[in-house]
RNA sequence: CGGGGAGUAGCGCAGUCCGGCAGCGCACGCGCUUUGGGAGCGCGGGGCCCCGGGUUCAAAUCCCGGCUCCCCGACCA
């Protein structure tokens, strides 16, 4: 491993030698996030924060078109809540963090838990607001941070705290909620394609995976360019499970007392840890433009004062238009060489590049160089917003479609344990396989391939033919993978 | 929680075995020359050698105790 300080790409492991290390060695010279001296803790730094509020804004103004409200919860959760929901505690318990002394002179007279995910607090907190039918359903939503003591941390995919949003709707009828779950993984689903680019399976997942406390969980799943699986976003139907523990109820239209039918979602910022891994190359980061912090960087070229002031005049000719139309666009004036900065902008993944230099003015033009052909293109500087906003857009569709082909690449078919298990000896991917819908075969999977796991499945697609394990007919057709 | 590795300048490390002036590369500051794919030369600043004890004339180095981080597994978004 190369570990050198300075931030160029020659000293980035190699993705096919190490992925691990050309992971850790990206995020870091790439200023995404850092270590800190907390233990599975890490600060995201600004480069990779503005992803993450890219993320935010689109996904906030989805669920705000339909209806969810943000509010804010207590990060301390007393003992005795969170004790309620009993397949909930069984989950969860192992990796909470617990407050318990409170200053100089305050007194505990319980511990307090750091939130690992907030149903106990919202539905306690929630019940109260909720008395009849005309208050429902009630879609909240809550942007913040959580706690999981992690035994192993990787930057941005699993560190002890992260930053996520929690839904947590309450709805009068099953339907409803199970409705509201597939709406918010419809989202998500556009989150990863349209913003991120990156293709997901959407189902449901198996029960051995479905979220502590939860009927049924669904997920995206996405690949990452080692050919592991992703787990990006999940949204859950609880049914009544947690209304009965917390006692989460409301009259109904003729007068019943009924209890409520709630879910629960969460998108987190490994979906940054997403972007990194499913887009990016040996010579760094791929941003997908709609949630690149900068979308165009501009780096001039001159020689001397003159230079530098005619180069100068000539930029600001049409920046204020590029961002006029929306384009988030740098001017790279620091010093240093064109070239050091080429390469800064390269790994730092900035999806199109525009060199100026006194032959460009000369002939009103720009060199356009975009991050995955990296080839150079000179076009007029007339009119040089629109074609921009198009490129973005080109690029935005070129990666999608070189993920959709890599994960095409790499999905495949088998029917038995046996093929199962001679692919994943040195192969990687998604891999479809029929399966009974038994948890005797799941596990007998993971145990025979060494961790290779249901991801999720399409619950109305039948499956044909006969389980890979038992032999018994299959009932889905689930995609297995490895993953992270 | 098991196994492994590591804490020395901002970062990456050598020095530790065999005790004797605190080093190297990059980064950083200044000057000059440079600038269309990672610039060169010169000068310079910067240290709680992870923490606490012990041995010794003398400890980054040896001994004892502790802390932290990273990697690999099992567990997890």
């Known amino acids: 491993m190369i570990e050198n300080a300075d931030d160029f790409v020659k000293d980035i492991t190699r993705m096919s030698d190490d992925f691990d290390h050309w992971y850790t060695d990206v995020v870091r010279k790439a200023e995404m996030a850092d270590y800190t001296p907390v233990r599975g803790c890490m600060v995201i730094r600004p480069y990779g924060y503005a992803v993450w509020e890219n993320i935010q804004r689109a996904f906030d103004d989805m669920i705000k078109s339909s209806g969810h409200e943000n509010m804010?919860?207590?990060?301390?959760?007393?003992?005795?809540?969170?004790?309620?929901?009993?397949?909930?505690?069984?989950?969860?318990?192992?990796?909470?963090?617990?407050?318990?002394?409170?200053?100089?002179?305050?007194?505990?007279?319980?511990?307090?838990?750091?939130?690992?995910?907030?149903?106990?607090?919202?539905?306690?907190?929630?019940?109260?607001?909720?008395?009849?039918?005309?208050?429902?359903?009630?879609?909240?939503?809550?942007?913040?941070?959580?706690?999981?003591?992690?035994?192993?941390?990787?930057?941005?995919?699993?560190?002890?705290?992260?930053?996520?949003?929690?839904?947590?709707?309450?709805?009068?009828?099953?339907?409803?909620?199970?409705?509201?779950?597939?709406?918010?993984?419809?989202?998500?689903?556009?989150?990863?394609?349209?913003?991120?680019a990156i293709p997901v399976l959407t189902g449901v997942k198996s029960q051995s995976e479905t979220f502590a406390g939860a009927v049924y969980s669904k997920s995206i799943e996405a690949m990452m360019r080692d050919g592991q699986a992703l787990q990006s976003g999940t949204s859950h139907y609880m049914g009544q499970n947690f209304a009965s523990a917390y006692d989460i109820g409301f009259t109904s239209r003729d007068n019943q007392r009924e209890l409520c039918h709630t879910t629960s979602w969460g998108i987190s910022t490994r979906l940054v840890g997403a972007v990194i891994m499913a887009h990016g190359d040996d010579t760094g980061l791929v941003m997908p433009p709609r949630v690149a912090p900068i979308q165009v960087a501009v780096v001039p070229i001159f020689r001397d004062e003159a230079g530098r002031a005619l180069v100068a005049g000539f930029i600001e000719g049409w920046t204020a238009e590029v961002r006029g139309m929306g384009i988030r666009l740098r001017v790279?004036?620091?010093?240093?060489?064109?070239?050091?900065?080429?390469?800064?902008?390269?790994?730092?993944?900035?999806?199109?590049?525009?060199?100026?230099?006194?032959?460009?003015?000369?002939?009103?033009?720009?060199?356009?160089?975009?991050?995955?052909?990296?080839?150079?293109?000179?076009?007029?500087?007339?009119?040089?917003?629109?074609?921009?906003?198009?490129?973005?857009?080109?690029?935005?569709?070129?990666?999608?479609?070189?993920?959709?082909?890599?994960?095409?690449?790499?999905?495949?078919?088998?029917?038995?344990?046996?093929?199962?298990?001679?692919?994943?000896?040195?192969?990687?991917?998604?891999?479809?396989?029929?399966?009974?819908?038994?948890?005797?075969c799941e596990t007998r999977v993971k145990d025979e391939t060494g961790g290779v796991t249901i991801r999720n499945y399409e619950p109305e697609e039948r499956a044909s033919g006969t389980c890979l394990v038992c032999g018994r007919p299959a009932v889905h057709r689930v995609a297995f993978a490895r993953s992270y």
């Not at 804010?72 to 990796?95: C, D, N, Q, R, V």
């Not at 999981?148 to 995919?157: D, G, H, S």
């Not at 560190?159 to 597939?182: I, K, P």
Request: aromatic share 10%.
């Open 72 to 196: 804010y919860f207590p990060l301390l959760i007393p003992e005795e809540l969170l004790m309620k929901e009993a397949s909930h505690i069984e989950g969860f318990t192992p990796e909470v963090a617990w407050v318990t002394e409170a200053g100089r002179h305050g007194r505990l007279d319980q511990r307090l838990a750091i939130r690992p995910t907030s149903e106990t607090i919202i539905g306690t907190v929630m019940r109260k607001y909720i008395q009849s039918h005309r208050d429902l359903p009630q879609l909240t939503n809550q942007w913040c941070n959580v706690l999981r003591w992690e035994l192993r941390t990787r930057l941005f995919l699993r560190t002890a705290e992260f930053l996520w949003q929690e839904g947590h709707t309450f709805h009068a009828s099953g339907q409803e909620a199970r409705d509201e779950v597939d709406l918010i993984l419809e989202y998500y689903r556009q989150i990863s394609e349209d913003w991120l």
């Open 332 to 440: 790279d004036w620091s010093e240093g060489r064109p070239g050091e900065k080429y390469n800064r902008w390269e790994l730092k993944g900035v999806p199109l590049r525009l060199e100026v230099g006194p032959r460009d003015v000369a002939a009103g033009q720009v060199v356009l160089v975009d991050r995955l052909s990296r080839e150079k293109r000179p076009v007029p500087a007339a009119g040089l917003g629109q074609r921009l906003r198009d490129e973005l857009a080109d690029f935005q569709d070129a990666l999608h479609r070189r993920a959709l082909d890599f994960r095409a690449a790499n999905t495949h078919e088998v029917s038995s344990l046996a093929a199962m298990v001679a692919h994943f000896q040195g192969g990687t991917g998604f891999v479809y396989a029929p399966w009974c819908g038994g948890a005797e």
